[in-house]
């Protein structure tokens, strides 16, 4: 049965994803197949926020390769350490990047991301993956995206292993 994703454009950030995320909790609701629930949580956090490109990659060896997505033609492949992804994977923490431009070593999969935010997967300890959402504006990403995100992380993390 498809599960639709509707919330009111009128919210504000905040209250957007307090509904998006009770959505994405009964959008994946007794669906273990991971690749269509990270499918999933890509489109419905694109269609809620409209940010330029939002997905996962996915640890695979000493990279991370390109998973589930929405947006433009993306990097294939991110080297441990590289990027904003590889660094958050590296670091094993979340990243806030304001001007893409500014931090060192960004890899510029498009010349329309001015912000980013990654943020990890973990599964048993280890990286299972990233989050990754850019925007086409300047500081798009603040506090607020940073913990709706990783509650909607919370899920995806709760079901790894």
Not at 7 to 15: D, Q, S, Y
Not at 54 to 60: E, L
């Amino acid at each position: 049965m498809m599960k639709e994703i509707q919330i009111n454009k009128n919210l504000g950030k905040e209250e957007k994803y307090i509904e998006l995320t009770k959505q994405i909790k009964y959008l994946i609701e007794g669906e273990e197949d991971l690749i269509a629930n990270l499918s999933n949580i890509c489109a419905a956090i694109s269609e809620t926020h409209k940010f330029l490109w939002t997905g996962f990659y996915i640890v695979k060896g000493n990279e991370l390769v390109l998973g589930p997505f929405q947006g433009p033609v993306a990097c294939t492949r991110i080297a441990f350490g590289n990027g904003v992804c590889g660094k958050s994977w590296e670091d094993k923490k979340s990243i806030i990047v304001k001007d893409v431009n500014a931090f060192p070593g960004h890899i510029a999969c498009s010349s329309k991301s001015k912000s980013e935010i990654v943020i990890p997967i973990f599964n048993n300890g280890n990286i299972y993956g990233v989050l990754d959402v850019d925007d086409s504006n300047y500081a798009a990403f603040d506090e607020t995206d940073l913990k709706y995100l990783k509650g909607i992380i919370k899920l995806i993390e709760d079901n790894l292993g």
